[in-house]
């Protein structure tokens, strides 16, 4: 198994938290709320904010400017608009989100320094086809392909998790709500997309964001 990204996850939540507590939407609970038994989230519409995570997913977006085609040395569409039709033909929400994650996974994992010399990039998917990427790169290029199949932004997260049995190490999952009662996970690291409910007590979730919201999770 690839090395797996550290920075993805703060390396203190509670120091993230009280980041993120003044600018909290206090009633305002992750739509992915339930995902992990046993935790709460917090949400916030507010992108003003110098986190990493933040900094990190708002750079990505501008860059990815709503899907403008690219093609160069670091990005590229092609074989883009394929995947879309094949993902929209897959069938029902959960066929297409498995169908997705398979596409994605077939990518190799590469670290960002040696990908970017960078220890921390998070790549749009047109760089994700181009070059491939690490962990945060797998979940987004999953959230962005599903988004093009019309899978709405409040349906799904891209997830800073800690994995429990490799000593907390940060990884990042995307989730996509099936329905109120089911949430499916999709991680690079198998190509199966796995119920929620089956990893979470090997998946400590910290931070989740989406195009609508971003959220810290927290022992409830």
């Given at each position: ?115 970017w010399e960078q220890t921390d990039y998070w790549a749009t998917p ?95």
């Amino acid at each position: 198994m690839a090395t797996l990204s550290r920075s993805v996850v703060p390396a203190l939540a509670f120091t993230f938290l009280a980041l993120f507590a003044p600018v909290a939407d206090a009633d305002s609970p992750s739509p992915l709320a339930s995902m992990f038994p046993g935790t709460k989230s917090v949400a916030s519409s507010n992108w003003d904010t110098n986190t990493g995570t933040i900094k990190n997913w708002r750079a990505m977006l501008e860059r990815w400017a709503d899907g403008k085609p690219c093609q160069s040395d670091v990005c590229t569409t092609e074989g883009w608009a394929a995947m879309v039709a094949e993902v929209k033909a897959a069938g029902d929400l959960v066929s297409q989100v498995k169908h997705a994650n398979a596409l994605i996974n077939k990518h190799p994992y590469k670290e960002d320094i040696k990908n970017w010399e960078q220890t921390d990039y998070w790549a749009t998917p047109y760089e994700f086809l181009k070059k491939s990427g690490d962990t945060e790169d797998f979940a987004i290029a999953k959230y962005f392909l599903l988004r093009a199949a019309g899978v709405p932004a409040t349906n799904m997260q891209v997830v800073a998790v800690r994995i429990k049995s490799l000593g907390g190490i940060g990884h990042a999952i995307l989730a996509v709500r099936i329905d109120d009662a089911r949430v499916l996970v999709l991680d690079n690291r198998t190509p199966a997309a796995l119920d929620s409910k089956l990893v979470a007590g090997e998946l400590q979730p910290a931070i989740g964001i989406n195009e609508a919201n971003w959220c810290v999770y927290l022992p409830n």
